[in-house]
């Protein structure tokens, strides 16, 4: 006999009329009839209050202190609806349903056994990170409160400033937790500044120079296109922009150089003082001979200008391997942390680097400023510059990448702390089935 599963409203509706009928039977039934009948009744009960569960174990180094985004790919029974729960508490989870992956956040604090229960009832209704468009830009944020920005209209230079530095297609505000604006652009020493963006410098388009950075020049720069996907959920927010490399030198016309997509996903790390999110960069050249990308300190990665309270004395710098604002420059590191004062002066914030193990160069070159720049007021600009130290061809029409993650703090982000998260995006947890 096969058992339809039934939802606990039908059931309990089942049960009631089930009973009012037995009941108006008792008097007519002999004791075998209805000790059959009671029987039947206690076994179908059970079928029906029966479900589809898996148990998900979460395979992670017992020591981490860190959430950690996780993925597993749900089996058939659960595509109509299923629940996620965690020592009997349910888990925001979120579903991709053409492709089946489930993902969530694993925080230290929860068992690493997790039980998938199938269900028609959803209670998946947690607090949503949410990607909206606002005056120009696409903000992903925890429900209406923004966290990062990303320009996808003209942003012109201030009043009497030559136009040439218009530019879209870069992140700002970059805000932590509190509100703190961490980036910055168009600063009056350099307004081809953006926030948090990554051109190339030195390139070369066959004989011909071309700099996609320096806006000044007039040589090129790299503008949006188009939203390729934009989304929002109980668990990320994420978007992929299309943008275009522009080649203004080497042709009687301007011709793309570049075509780039830009993948951001911001993830809730449920903790009021921090969030994270991931930034990569999938690239290729049409042109016949492809583009050469010459060794130099900027270009490429990511390059962060910061906002012009951190100085000398009050901002800091500490790499993966133990450098600082002093020696930080020209060397190589995993993750860097780069922090400041706070806008009120009365606690500090930053920002936690990291670079994919994948990524070319990896341990990553950086440019980190020396603390006496801009006429020895100690801004702070940070990079990862994949070809800082070693040239780099791109072929034509083959695709290239680049992924970096962030945390975004206030308060203080120990060294401990980040070789843990570094750890768990080089490193992703694996999810496996076990019998329960």
Known sequence: MVFKLLNKKRIRKLR???SLNLLSMLNKLPIGRLVTILFFLVITSCITESTVTEKLRVFLDDKSIVSVPVQFKISEPFRKGFILKNNDKPVPFQLDSATGIMRFMHHPVNETDYIVQAANEKNNEFSKVKAFKRDG???????????????????????????????????????TPKGDTITRIQPPDHYHHYGLWGPWTHTRIDTTL?????????????????????????????FIASQEHIDFKTSHAPQIAIHEDVHVRLWNLNRPDRYMFDYGTRFKSPL?????????????????????????DNSTVLTSEGNDRLTADGTDAKWCIVSGTSYDGTGRNGILFMSHPENRAHPEPMRVWPIDANNGRGDLFFEF???????????????????????????????QEAEAYWQTYANPPETKLIKK
């Not at 071309?210 to 927010?237: C, H, P, Q, Y």
């Not at 994949?386 to 695709?399: N, V, Y």
């Open 210 to 238: 071309v700099d996609f950075w320096n806006l000044a020049l007039g040589m090129g720069t790299v503008l949006f296109k188009e939203f390729k996907r934009i989304e929002s959920g109980t668990v990320f927010s994420s």
């Open 385 to 415: 510059s994949p070809i800082r130290h070693k040239a780099w061809r791109i072929e034509p029409a083959k695709e290239y990448s680049l992924n970096y993650r962030m945390v975004v703090f206030d308060g203080e982000l120990t060294g």
């Open 137 to 175: 830009n696409l903000v992903l944020g925890t429900n209406v409160t923004p966290r990062i920005s990303y320009r996808y209209e003209m942003a012109y230079p201030p009043k009497g400033v030559d136009s040439i530095y218009k530019k879209s297609g870069f992140i700002h505000p970059i805000l």
């Open 16 to 18: 009631i009329i089930f």
């Open 288 to 312: 016949k001979n492809g583009i050469f990308f010459e060794a130099y300190r900027y270009g490429g990665g990511i390059g962060l200008r910061f906002n012009e309270r951190w100085k000398s």
